[in-house]
């Protein structure tokens, strides 16, 4: 069973940063990859980024040169260094995990945390 636990968001200003976490994420079974999704008041949950056993790295173009995801393998951690933070970056962010093919579709991903709030304030 795979559960996903999401930490690290915050309220913070304008141009600040963030380093969201995700503790559970490990390659097993059909796991190929691990994202991150947002999802904003009264907007569609939308991918943030994307990292995958086998490559490549993806990026929302609203978040690329200012995101970082990254991993740690070894401590089945997942990461999310979000720098120049702004105020339509506020939404709940949510961990996921699965095949990842498209890497942008909420369905291509089979677990899901539960999410951490980020909100940004101008």
């Known amino acids: 069973q795979v559960t996903l636990v999401e930490s690290g968001g915050d309220s913070v200003q304008a141009g600040g940063s963030l380093n969201l976490s995700c503790t559970g994420a490990?390659?097993?079974?059909?796991?190929?990859?691990m994202a991150w999704f947002r999802q904003g008041p009264g907007k569609e949950r939308e991918a943030v980024a994307t990292i995958c056993r086998e490559g490549p790295i993806n990026y929302a173009d609203s978040v690329k040169g200012r995101f970082t995801v990254s991993q740690d393998n070894a401590k089945d951690t997942l990461f999310l260094q979000m720098n120049s933070l702004k105020p339509e970056d506020t939404a709940m962010y949510y961990c996921a995990s699965g095949y990842g093919r498209p890497w942008y579709l909420v369905y291509a991903y089979q677990h899901w945390g539960q999410g951490t709030q980020v909100t940004v304030s101008s």
């Open positions: 490990s390659y097993t079974g059909a796991t190929r990859c």
